[in-house]
T-cell receptor, first 113, second 112 residues
């Protein structure tokens, strides 16, 4: 069966510090991978998606970047965090040639102080 | 651009009552529609996925319908239980298949 892992689960960082959130998927190959952010009162916002290694599409201009160094690994990064980067970050995956059901990880809570 | 709306934002029902959750979308060229459950501080759990060619999907006490012409989907939860308390989100998929647009969610409380 397929599983998705995200870490760290919780992170408190000062403004201006770097960020790295990691997501891995097990039990499948060549998945589509996604990073979403859920901020209080703003719903779920798609940040990045990837259809293959090294292929990243950005949905919203921002202080963040994403990378996919391996088939089942997706990393969300920032060089300098802003207060507005606080939120709940969710990684998700789905099959590339399936009906399109999306599966989410447990999320990473980021607080920028 | 697809917009997805869920009204009401919050709902409280007594245990045993049937739940009816609404989701509306603006673009009828929807690829699919997915319903999720989210517990506080947790990720999203997929409940049901309805393809654009389908009218409904069922799983246990859950039934979801899709009416593209009216731009609506409804999630029915029969005989609600306190364990059904959570936030329920719907999301519409674009034809390109790589983007889901989420509604704001409906927070449900089932009182024992």
């Amino acid at each position: 069966s397929q599983t998705i892992h995200q870490w760290p689960a919780t992170l408190v960082q000062p403004v201006g510090s770097p960020l790295s959130l990691e997501c891995t998927v097990e039990g499948t190959s060549n998945p589509n991978l996604y990073w979403y952010r859920q901020a209080a009162g703003r719903g779920l916002q798609l940040l990045f998606y990837s259809v293959g290694i090294g292929q990243i599409s950005s949905e919203v201009p921002q202080n963040l970047s994403a990378s996919r160094p391996q088939d089942r690994q997706f990393i969300l990064s920032s060089k300098k965090l802003l207060l507005s980067d606080s939120g709940f970050y969710l990684c998700a995956w789905r099959y590339t040639s399936d009906t399109g059901e999306l599966f989410f990880g447990e999320g990473s809570r980021l607080t920028v102080l | 651009k697809q917009e997805v709306t869920q009204i009401p934002a919050a709902l409280s029902v007594p245990e045993g009552e049937n739940l009816v959750l609404n989701c509306s979308f603006t673009d009828s060229a929807i690829y699919n529609l997915q319903w999720f459950r989210q517990d506080p501080g947790k990720g999203l759990t997929s409940l049901l996925l309805i393809q654009s060619s389908q009218r409904e999907q069922t799983s246990g006490r859950l039934n979801a319908s899709l009416d593209k012409s009216s731009g609506r989907s409804t999630l029915y939860i029969a005989a609600s239980q306190p364990g059904d308390s959570a936030t329920y989100l719907c999301a519409g998929g674009e034809a390109a298949g790589n983007k889901l647009t989420f509604g704001g969610g409906t927070r449900v409380l089932v009182k024992p």
